[in-house]
């Protein structure tokens, strides 16, 4: 081994990393870990339960409170969209909504600044659109600045431009029970009569969008379209209006996915659930009941702090978990390695035919969700993920779970993209121009190709003996190769950034068989050691999503990032490499007594710009898993590693 690591100290980490990560494992054999988002979710859970009149939890909205209080901003002071971010105005206005409903005095002092703070940045005027729909369902913003969407869009035949089916899957889950609450128009319960007057500077609204693809002839045609859809409020036939908006409601029923709820993401479960309320369903009608409870699930209550998460992360974290033990190697990792992929096993989806088939009907079902149900929209990502793991551990297992792997690989195949590319949830889902609609001001309508995901099912087809020149895997490496940032970097669109999204990418061209001068990977190999920092680890912020960013962004060295930049150049020869030994060095150095790694720093991607994660995992398997594999690589002498992760 280099001299830059210590081998004692290496073997005595990892000894502790891997009990660290043995004790977290659940009785049934999988892993959870808590999936942080801002300030947003939280605050709106707040306002759900007074939209909808519910009893006061005094105990739980004081925890939310303090969480809220906690990561509101000493510098900017209001709330970010991650750690140490800067100041974003949507979910400041939601912060201070929900800590006055809670009972915050509006002159206390954390709460005067964060007013002083949204003022300053244009006031609640300036939120984005679903801020403003949650303000005008509590009549504290008007329905004028909300962009237009009747409920009769779910009646638009397949060939509309605007179609739900032309949308991703989460924003297709988010906006059906949205069409409903926009045409009902319902005000919430608010038993306290809580509004946010002094959140306003009375500069008038106006239709707004911050999506990349935004072009000037398309937003001004979609807020034309938008300007005739106000003049024809309450114009609608009745019937077609009733008809629409009882598919929304079946629609939303259909897939209501038990007590893990719609979608299994907190908008679309929260806006269904106000859907039932705003129809006039009684609370302890059996959808309305399951709906509410899956919010509630999401919680995570502490001891002196609450707060809500986005959505859980079981599968991911179990699949990862077991990669991690499979690269330890040990007696005991193995076996638990082994009762995570059994945990797996029966989450495969293998009956449910999901929205994905829409556009690839002769498909058959076989996908894992991101969490512990969601039958309707099963992502390649974690399906790829699951599948290697069962394949890596086959000949241990008894090869059980071949068939499973095998209509893995299948389903993953058969929503490849027309442009060779592979995207999270469904195929060649690529209407570019839906976001310039005024409610996608996120810019985050849809679900294309991505370079981590399709590195993924290409690091998948590899390991499972895929030839490289097949016509399948040639499309898809001449995607990846087209999607390589100048420098040499690619765009992590499921994870901070460039360094995730270089490490997805060089796992596949190594296991592929790629070699290390091919251009491609000798431009990566170089660019990660480039932007390595001075102490040995690596780094990224999320301002590498910034529109303006010229890419990869300094930032301290996390342990994830550092893991992930490891395992990509030991993926294509470089594991006794200077760069490596002084990334090992840094993850020894910077591993606490536990065993475990601290990390506040948010390195997972929901929506670029938008939204960021914080998951609770990551440091604690993706370390273990790097330095396992040096340990395996150096010590066996081997050039790339066996498995396509």
Known sequence: MSEAVDKAQLEASLQRATQALLNEQRADGHFLYELEADATIPAEYILLRHFLGEPVDGVLEGKIGTYLRRIQSGVHDGWPLYDGGAFDISASVKA???LKMIGD????PHMARARAAILQAGGAEAVNVFTRIQLALFGAGPWETVPTIPPELILAPRWFPVHLLKMSYWARTVV???LVLCALKPVARNPRGVLVPELYTG???????QAEHVHPLWKAGFEALDRILKRMEG??????RQRAIQMCHDWVVERLNGEDGLGAIYPAMANAVMMFAALGVEEDHPHRAIARVALDRLLVVKEHEAYCQPCVSPVWDTALAAHALLEVGSVEAQAAAHEALDWLAPRQITQVVGDWAEQRPDVAPGGWAFQYSNDYYPDLDDTAVVAMAMHRASDQRGGKDEAAVDRAAQWCLGLQGHDGGFAAFDADNVAHYLNNLPFADHGALLDPPTADVSARVVSMLAQLGEPLDSPRMQAALRWLEKEQEPEGSWFGRWGVNHVYGTWSVLCALGRAGIAVEHPMVARAVAWLKLVQNADGGWGESCDS????SKGHQTFISTACQTAWACLGL??????????VARGMAWLVAHQREDGLWGQEAYTGGGFPR???LRYHGYPRYFPLWAMARYRRMVQGNQERPEWGM
């Open 176 to 178: 059906v029970p949205l």
């Open 203 to 209: 500069i008038p609204q106006k239709l707004t969008s």
């Open 235 to 240: 114009k609608w036939p009745h019937r077609m």
């Open 570 to 579: 030991m993926a294509v020869g470089q594991a006794r490499s200077e760069a």
């Open 105 to 108: 005095d509006t002159e206390a």
């Open 610 to 612: 938008v939204f960021y």
């Open 96 to 98: 201070y909504f929900a």
């Open 545 to 548: 999503y910034a529109l303006d």
